[in-house]
Every structure is written in structure tokens, then in C-alpha cells.
């Protein structure tokens, strides 16, 4: 199983950006993506989640309101939209994908996940 996050870059404050994060390889039905964020010289940090069956979704306070997880099954893509873009949120961001086995565990941990992405930057300028 491969995650292939895309749509980093450089943008000002206050612009928009929309990650993609593909899932391809054996056939995996995954029961929940996220998205998670590391900045430099800190943990990383779980941000979105969404269950893939059903849609639920969930999110960090930090982002809350200002970045939108979806998912296109038939795709098998997870996107972030991310709106309103601040310094802060400036980081490496990761993709992951989790099945049933871990589905007792909360959508914020990483231990959620049995899958990751290799990054994708975003910066984000004053």
C-alpha cells in the first residue's frame, strides 16, 4: 500500500491550498484517513481524520473552521482544503491510512494509522 501526498508549495498568508493524497497498491479498503503536520524541531501532530465509510470527520482546534478533510472513494484520494492559511501552518504534511484493526483507536493518534505518506511541504509567508 502507497500514499502519494501532493499540492504543497509557498503561498502568503491568508491563501488557500488543497493537498491530495492518493492510496494505491494491493486492494485496501481503508476504514479512516488523516492528515497530520510536522514542523521543524516538533512532534508530529495529527490536524484531520475522516472515516471512509460514512464520512465522519474530525479536526485538530488549531484548524478548525479554516481546513476541510474530504475524500473521493472511488478515487481513493483524501484531500485537505486548507483556507486561510497562517505562518503557523507552515510544516511537513503526511497523509496516513488506517484499517478496522486499529479502529478502536482514536482518530488523533498515530498509532491510528498503519500506512504514511512521504510528505508534502507547505509554506506559508507573511
Known amino acids: 500500500v502507497q500514499l502519494q501526498a501532493y499540492g504543497g508549495g509557498l503561498v502568503q498568508a491568508g491563501a488557500s491550498l488543497r493537498l491530495s493524497c492518493a492510496v494505491s497498491?494491493?486492494?485496501?479498503?481503508?476504514?479512516?484517513m488523516g492528515w497530520f503536520r510536522q514542523a521543524p524541531g516538533k512532534e508530529r501532530d495529527f490536524i484531520a481524520g475522516?472515516?471512509?465509510?460514512?464520512?465522519?470527520?474530525y479536526y485538530a482546534d488549531s484548524v478548525k473552521g479554516r481546513f476541510t478533510i474530504s475524500r473521493d472513494n472511488a478515487k481513493n484520494t483524501v484531500y485537505l482544503q486548507m483556507n486561510s492559511l497562517k505562518r503557523d501552518d507552515t510544516a511537513v504534511y503526511y497523509c496516513?491510512?488506517?484499517?478496522?484493526?486499529?479502529?478502536?483507536?482514536?482518530?488523533?493518534?498515530?498509532?491510528?494509522?498503519?500506512?504514511w505518506g512521504q510528505g508534502t511541504q507547505v509554506t506559508v509567508s507573511s
Open positions: 496516513a491510512a488506517g484499517d478496522s484493526t486499529a479502529g478502536w483507536r482514536s482518530p488523533s493518534w498515530r498509532s491510528a494509522y498503519h500506512y
Open positions: 475522516i472515516r471512509w465509510s460514512g464520512g465522519t470527520t
Open positions: 497498491g494491493r486492494t485496501f479498503s481503508p476504514y479512516r
